[in-house]
């Protein structure tokens, strides 16, 4: 029987890219899920707006910045995974006390509710965009961390407050650091669907830097790891990177995936796609052994096999994508 059967648990952020995958899979786990969804006018479920799981859970509309609605909703919850953040890196330039506003304030609301409520577990979603260009690889979880980005200096704040409660208070809180995971529904602000969605409208492939070396994951792999994360008591306090231990740059992800799609590309790099050059993360590869060690994870699905599934999703919804555009 399944750890998370029966136990009452809230998802913030589950309309969203990992957040819907991760609901789902608890909902098959046996879990009576709470999923809280940004409030907006038009009700919007997100991506669970179609889900078949989506007729067991429970929706919670609000916002994560505002404590009440945070309160609200966790509620009789016996677990909480926080995933609700503002995450597209471009758009931090443009609005860095947005994102201090939802990924800090957001974050300490879900701490301080959990702690009040007598301490429920928090899984924190973290990135490893809060280390930074690679000091040295694989990037295990000692490494310094490094502010490259508004995003990434606001997340670095999230996880220092969660190491915080633990540390002061023995709040049962643990973060889970994905190395750029993708898959379906990601949205076209990551470079897989920007690669699929424009080989899909033609060969030409309109990307930033091509030189930037990543860890690619594939959200079922990512999604393993925060079950395993929540599930484990030796978790609680610590940080876990979940990724493959595999790098490639740019230039030649374009390639494989290319390579899959059966297709020439045409690569051009333009320059508003550019980061600033001292923001730019150059390389990010993991080392996910204290997850290994802890609870035993490793990733079963491939950067090929996680590839092949992604590019049949966008073929199959191209109308969710506008390639001729540059989406921040």
Known sequence: MSFWNGKKVLVTGAGGFIGSHLAE?????????????????????????????GPAMRFHHGD???RESVAAAMSG?????????????????????????????????ILQVAREMGGVPVVCTSTSEVY???????????????????????????????EAFALSFAQPVVVCRPFNTFGPRQSARAVIPTIISQLLAGPVVRLGS??????????????????????????????????????????????IIARIMKVEPQVQV?????????????????????????????????????????????AANQDRFRPAEYAV
């Open 25 to 53: 899979r608890l909902v098959q786990e046996g879990a009576e899920v709470t999923a809280f969804v940004r409030y907006g006018s038009s009700g919007s479920r997100g991506w669970l707006e179609t889900s078949p799981h």
């Open 64 to 66: 994560v910045s505002d």
């Open 77 to 109: 919850q016996d677990a909480v995974f926080h995933l609700a953040a503002l995450i597209a890196i471009p758009y931090s330039y443009q609005a860095p006390r947005d994102y201090v506003r939802v990924n800090v304030e957001g974050t300490l609301n």
């Open 132 to 162: 930074g260009t690679a000091r040295r690889a694989p990037i295990d979880e000692e490494h310094p961390l490094q502010g490259q980005s508004p995003y990434s200096a606001t997340k670095i704040g999230a996880d220092k407050l969660a």
């Open 210 to 255: 091509l030189d930037p070396r990543r860890d690619l994951n594939y959200v079922e792999n990512t999604v393993e790891g925060f079950l395993a994360c929540g599930a484990s008591p030796d978790a609680k306090g610590q940080p876990f990177n979940f990724g493959s231990g595999r790098e490639v740059t740019i230039g030649e992800l374009v390639e």
């Open 270 to 314: 333009e320059d508003r796609r550019v980061r600033p050059a001292d923001s730019e993360v150059m390389r990010l590869i993991a080392s996910s052994e204290r997850a290994k060690a802890a609870f035993g994870w490793t990733p079963r699905i491939s950067l090929e096999e996680g590839l092949e599934r992604t590019i049949a999703w966008m």
